[in-house]
């Protein structure tokens, strides 16, 4: 079974500072790993995704995160915040087995103050 | 290229009816997914449609239900409609079984509310 775990529902930053937004997950399997960014009243957008190749991925708007699998941790990072970061961030988990389907967790939304 | 798309943008419904929500993949895109998103209890998988079958289904009533058409765009029929059923409904799209390496592509979702 697999499951994730985003360890905070709330981050606040200030504009130009670092962003950290935590996710742990739990998987039987051999994981694929996403992050996607739902703005309001808007769709998902993905924002990178882990699939077995390098560690440290690299997505659109300056993100990243790394996949540690000694910590079973996918945490999302930026350097520098800007005010359009401003969004619900989703980590999300799929076991690369069978017809294995997406799991999400609860989000957390990042709020970027000037 | 165009997105994913669902129709309607927003559906108000009383306790009761039934609902249709429809959703047209990414041009490509055999498997179409559906999900809930309700106040407070986050994202849920509701169905995945392939090929015109169903894979998998998440834990949801039977009065959830769906089906893929030839031309793989899809529809979700909600029967019965309660008022904890009101929540935004996003659908995607991916690559068969490719989703795990492409990430699915979503939609911007239909606005059902029960009243």
């Known amino acids: 079974a697999q499951s994730v775990t985003q360890l905070d529902s709330h981050v606040s930053v200030s504009e130009g500072t670092p962003v950290l937004l935590r996710c742990n997950y739990s998987s039987s399997y051999s994981p694929s790993l996403f992050w996607y960014v739902q703005h309001p009243n808007k769709g998902l957008q993905l924002l990178l995704k882990?699939?077995?190749?390098?560690?440290l991925v690299k997505g659109i708007n300056g993100f990243e995160a790394e996949f540690k699998k000694s910590e079973t941790s996918f945490h999302l990072t930026k350097p520098s915040a800007h005010m359009s970061d401003a969004a619900e961030y989703f980590c999300?988990?799929?076991?690369?087995?069978?017809?294995?389907?997406?799991?999400f967790g609860k989000g957390t939304m990042l709020l970027v103050s000037p | 290229e165009a997105g994913v798309t669902q129709s309607p943008t927003h559906l108000i419904k009383t306790r009761g009816q039934q609902a249709t929500l429809r959703c047209s993949p990414i041009?490509?895109?055999?498997?179409v997914y559906w999900y809930q998103q309700a106040l407070g209890l986050g994202l849920q998988f509701l169905l995945w449609?392939?090929?015109?079958?169903?894979?998998n289904r998440g834990n949801f009533p039977p009065r959830f239900s769906g089906r893929q058409f030839p031309n793989y765009s899809s529809e979700l029929n909600v029967n019965a409609l309660e008022l904890e059923d009101s929540a935004l409904y996003l659908c995607?799209?991916?690559?068969?079984?490719?989703?795990?390496?492409?990430?699915?592509?979503f939609g911007p979702g239909t606005r059902l509310t029960v009243l």
């Open positions: 449609y392939d090929e015109g079958e169903e894979r």
């Open positions: 995607a799209s991916s690559s068969t079984g490719l989703a795990g390496v492409t990430g699915q592509f």
């Open positions: 999300v988990v799929r076991e690369d087995t069978g017809y294995s389907t997406l799991t």
């Open positions: 882990y699939t077995s190749a390098a560690t």
């Open positions: 041009s490509g895109h055999t498997s």
